[in-house]
């Protein structure tokens, strides 16, 4: 079993950048050959993918995010970001990473609270 750890939350005024972390607890090699995602739930909303990256380092964004977000892996570390930036009040939602390899597994990591204040 893998665990997913998220760091980075927290409250953010607009217009803000903080940067998400996702550290996976084990198995360096599950993680390198996983799809990885970060997903968000705002209140009373489904769960939408935010972006992903793939083993080789495609990315792909919900058009919501793009050219604000970015998404980045460190294989070495275990670990995939999220770099936000220019927030608006309406990227407040409960973030979650994901760690996906089909067939295979999927992993969610407990989600951390990002809530922007106008």
């Known amino acids: 079993q893998v665990q997913l750890v998220e760091s980075g939350g927290g409250l953010v005024q607009s217009g803000g950048s903080p940067s998400l972390s996702c550290e996976a607890s084990?198995?360096?090699?599950?993680?390198?050959?996983?799809?990885l995602g970060w997903y968000r739930q705002a209140p009373g909303k489904s769960r939408e993918l935010v972006a992903a990256?793939?083993?080789?380092?495609?990315?792909n964004y919900a058009e919501y995010v793009k050219g604000r977000f970015t998404i980045s892996r460190d294989n070495a570390k275990n670990t995939v970001y999220l770099q936000m930036n220019s927030l608006k009040p309406e990227d407040t939602a409960v973030y979650y990473c994901?760690?996906?390899?089909?067939?295979?597994?999927?992993?969610w990591g407990q989600g951390t609270q990002v809530t922007v204040s106008s």
């Open positions: 994901n760690m996906w390899r089909s067939n295979l597994y999927d992993y």
């Open positions: 084990r198995s360096r090699f599950m993680f390198s050959i996983a799809t």
């Open positions: 990256i793939t083993r080789e380092g495609s990315t």
